[in-house]
């Protein structure tokens, strides 16, 4: 598999990059009726506890701080717009719950290919640790673990969908409330 750092180029490469590899190994998606409809369901539910649980913990100092302190990019509405939803959440989404969920489940079955694309989903993570001071092993660990979240919910919904929303929500309210704080 290719890498595609998710900070570097432009998103929509990023995120033909990963519908290509989808397609190539013909992932189900789950883009039409009803998956899709099942994928906006669950997505939508998982998004609101996420936005919820971000809106709630941006009130705690320590997690204030941490964001405060936070190196944001400089073009906040192309972050917001174009990069976290294109560049960060389609491709890795395609490319985890799509291409390597996929194959993973075909070679060593539905259960087992869920942790080993959770854990390859973590370790995805090790670059951005070491960009922002993160400790490493959490990074990796809470990513692992919401990237089988993630999977658990594309395969509920049989919809890439469900875990594209929950993910953009993640990533969106957590920028939202940095820019918040920061301002």
Not at 106 to 130: E, M, T, Y
Request: proline letters at 7%.
């Amino acid at each position: 598999m290719p890498v595609i750092h998710k900070h570097s180029g432009v998103p929509a490469v990023r995120a033909a990059i990963g519908t290509g590899l989808a397609v190539a190994a013909r992932a189900p998606l789950g883009l039409r009726p009803p998956q899709l409809w099942a994928g906006l369901r669950f997505g939508g539910a998982a998004a609101a506890l996420v936005a919820g649980g971000v809106a709630a913990t941006t009130a705690v100092p320590r997690v204030r701080a941490g964001m405060h302190g936070r190196e944001l990019p400089e073009g906040a509405t192309r972050w917001l717009a174009l990069d976290i939803p294109l560049g960060t959440v389609w491709t890795e989404e395609t490319i985890f719950r799509g291409v390597l969920a996929t194959l993973a489940a075909r070679a060593i079955g539905p259960s087992r290919g869920r942790l080993l694309q959770a854990a390859a989903f973590g370790l995805w993570h090790i670059p951005d640790a070491k960009r922002t001071g993160e400790p490493i092993v959490g990074t990796v660990l809470v990513t692992a673990v919401a990237g089988w979240v993630f999977a658990w919910l594309a395969e509920r919904s049989g919809s890439v969908l469900a875990p594209v929303l929950a993910h953009l929500a993640i990533n969106e309210a957590g920028a939202v409330a940095a820019l918040v704080v920061q301002r």
